[in-house]
């Protein structure tokens, strides 16, 4: 399942193709994904010039010079294919630029989205209006999380989980950051101290940041024929170890919080 990393990657991976292009031909192959395409996709986006590509939270945009942002969401199996050398069955949109670049939007459990919206309106947009702040902005802080943990009684590992809370972040890196500040993930929020808080500020950032590298790589599949986002396997301390040694001498254990895995050490994490 694409996390903020891989959508981060992506955005990249697009912009060397899309940013400052005209769109000169969209094709959209089936009348939906998760939901419908928005009915003036193909009119809006034909003839338009891409000004820049961004990322809030999991979602991909694409902003256009007709006041109009794409908006893609890749679900649990979207990938973007660039320049594929022949149709697949799941290539559901399709892009191509006047500089004769093909970008296929290819989602074989359609769980993701695409949809249009108001430029100027971005943050209004109800999946984005009640989202906290992006973790690798300055809005993720020591101060952010003192007050969004502040009389919560709620364990924290499933508090990080909570998109009001931190946009974007995903069960690996909430179990990965947790390992690396030395918290419980089953520690009530409002027992965690703030000098915890501001270990975990920056191992948030890390996490995220040393994946989008490690992705970083793959953009170069973009340039080849047929060239896909390969999703990368980081190498995690904590996440998907159970039983296997931690690195403090520990075992990683495993625990069921709100129906999801945490990986954790019971050595390390206190
Ligand atoms: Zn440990």
Not at 79 to 87: F, L, N, S
């Amino acid at each position: 399942m694409p996390e903020l990393p891989e959508v981060e990657t992506t955005v990249r991976g697009l912009a060397r193709y899309l940013e400052g292009a005209r769109i000169t031909r969209v094709a959209v192959n089936r009348p939906d994904l998760r939901r419908p395409f928005p009915v003036d996709l193909v009119q809006v986006l034909t003839g338009a010039t891409v000004t820049t590509l961004s990322r809030r939270a999991k979602y991909g945009l694409i902003h256009t010079d007709r006041g109009s942002t794409m908006v893609f969401h890749l679900g649990m199996s979207g990938r973007w294919r660039i320049e594929p050398d022949h149709p697949e069955k799941h290539d559901h949109l399709v892009l191509e630029t006047g500089a004769g670049h093909v970008l296929a939007l290819n989602d074989a459990r359609r769980f993701g989205s695409v949809d249009l919206v108001d430029t100027e309106n971005l943050d209004l947009w109800p999946a984005f209006a009640a989202l906290g702040p992006e973790p690798l902005g300055d809005g993720l802080s020591t101060s952010h999380l003192v007050s969004a943990f502040a009389g919560r009684k709620t364990p924290v590992k499933p508090l990080l989980l909570d998109q009001r809370v931190v946009a974007g972040l995903g069960n690996i890196y909430v179990c990965e950051a947790l390992h690396r500040a030395g918290i419980r993930p089953d520690k009530a929020a409002d027992t965690v101290s703030k000098a915890a808080i501001t270990r975990l500020v920056p191992a948030i950032k890390a996490v995220l940041a040393e994946s989008i590298l490690a992705g970083g790589s793959t953009i170069r599949d973009y340039a080849q024929p047929n060239g896909e986002l390969g999703y990368f396997a980081a190498s995690w301390q904590v996440y998907g170890r159970e039983k296997l040694a931690c690195a403090c001498g520990g075992v990683v254990e495993r625990m069921v919080q709100g129906g999801r895995s945490t990986f954790w050490c019971a050595s390390c994490q206190k």
